[in-house]
């Protein structure tokens, strides 16, 4: 019910997409499970050391070049330079962790977009994080957030309809064609022509080469695990569900979790998957599967982009594209058929899975490519310029005002929230 509601499609057929998802890559993670365990010892590969043996020396290399307190300054003008805008939205900014805060970072819509008979009538968005700023990795989480957070707020921002039904977040707008808005503009944090342009330390200084070069060594072999843990999800729910009632108790639920962990993941997870909290709440279950199907659109726009215009990162082709065929009809298009009008194919899992496929070096060499491109060209808006999103912008901390960018613009708010941040 839940599938065919928010999708506009039968179980059926996401299973169809998701088993051949899992079928193409169940072997690489078998292979990479072993590559781990023959590298770090089979110690390595247990739920509970899984994410320190890959994470290893990077983040708190790559730390220093995601400062905090520029994370707005460097959102704003990434954006900016994709020629993504707000249509004269407004935004509350609220980032860092507090006591009482609801623990999962999220955006939300008290005003939906729409094209009223007297006029426009702009978004007004509240956003939150769980940024603890002092803590090695904040940085880095705080930019991915906000890539991910404003990348929802541009899309609903930008939906151009009669009604704001359209451009409204729960059905049947779908959780995959919002979640692939958001997915892809965070994915250009991982990009070396991304980091080249925008991750620099507290003295101006680009990320070097051989942070990047490193991570992707350590990781890249491993990047099919991130796609199981997802896959995991929507099995683990599928099963529930089709339980006899008789066989729901809690043995067979715990039993049924390791089940599906072994299957899917190769052995326990290390997200428990009674830990993820869409199984356990009624209004996130059974929809976990629009991000493994996002993740499929994300690459496979990816792909289309890079094939059609050579690059992405600071490409305003790139937002015009994305505001006209996948902002601007809202939910009054499907989301299948805006993925194959935009990227010319039915959504499927071959650039994903050729992605993953590739060897660490093929994807070092092109992106050593990339990143020379980009540190000869840099940012197109350099750090602290005024960029102009047609958006009024407000840092909050709950109900106090730290800064608002109709006072004095963007850049001075970025300045303000910055001492703020200082300060406390
Ligand atoms: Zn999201």
Redo the contacts with the bound molecule.
């Keep these: 019910m839940k599938c065919t509601q928010a999708e506009g499609f039968s179980k059926d057929t996401l299973f169809k997409i998701l088993d051949d998802l899992e079928s193409k890559t169940r072997s690489l993670n078998t292979k990479a499970r072993a590559t781990l365990a023959g590298m770090k010892g089979a110690d390595s590969i247990k739920p509970e050391n899984i994410g320190y043996t890959l994470a290893g020396s990077s983040a708190a290399k790559m730390d220093p070049y995601f400062p905090f307190e520029t994370a707005v300054d460097v959102w704003s003008r990434s954006f900016a330079a994709l020629g993504i805008t707000y249509r004269g939205a407004t935004m509350n900014l609220d980032l860092v962790d507090r006591e009482g805060k609801y623990s999962n970072g999220f955006c939300h819509w008290p005003q939906c977009a729409w094209q009223s008979a007297t006029g426009w009538v702009p978004s007004k968005t509240n956003f939150t994080s769980l940024a603890t700023p002092s803590a090695v990795g904040s940085g880095h989480t705080a930019i991915a957030t906000l890539m991910?957070?404003a990348g929802?707020a541009a899309h609903f921002a930008n939906v151009v309809q009669r009604s704001p039904l359209f451009s409204q977040e729960r059905a049947p707008t779908s959780v995959a064609y919002?979640?692939n808005q958001?997915?892809f503009l965070d994915s250009l944090v991982g990009d070396a022509a991304w980091m080249a342009r925008y991750c620099r330390d507290r003295k101006g200084e680009v990320i070097p080469w051989e942070i990047i070069k490193a991570k992707i060594e350590t990781t890249h072999d491993f990047a099919v695990f991130d796609l199981r843990r997802l896959l995991s999800v929507p099995y683990f729910e599928k099963a529930i569900y089709e339980l006899a009632d008789a066989d729901v108790t809690p043995a067979r639920l715990l039993a049924l979790a390791d089940e599906i962990e072994t299957k899917i993941e190769g052995g326990p997870a290390p997200r428990p998957l009674f830990s993820v909290p869409h199984i356990l709440s009624d209004e996130s279950s059974a929809y976990y599967h629009g991000y493994v199907l996002a993740e499929l659109s994300v690459q496979q726009t990816r792909a289309h982009f890079l094939k059609t215009y050579g690059t992405i990162v600071d490409n305003p082709k790139v937002g015009a594209d994305l505001a006209s065929v996948y902002w601007a009809p809202g939910n009054s298009e499907a989301f299948m058929d805006l993925v194959e009008k935009l990227t010319g194919k039915p959504l499927a899992a071959d650039d994903w899975v050729g992605r993953l496929g590739e060897t660490a070096q093929q994807v070092l060499a092109d992106e050593k490519k990339d990143y020379d491109a980009a540190v000869a060209v840099g940012p197109k808006f350099l750090p602290g310029s005024t960029v102009d999103l047609d958006m009024r912008i407000l840092l909050v901390d709950g109900d106090d005002v730290i800064s608002d960018s109709s006072t004095a613009g963007l850049a001075a708010a970025c300045t303000a929230y910055a001492q703020w941040l200082d300060a406390k």
């Design positions: 991910h957070e929802h919002a979640e958001s997915m």
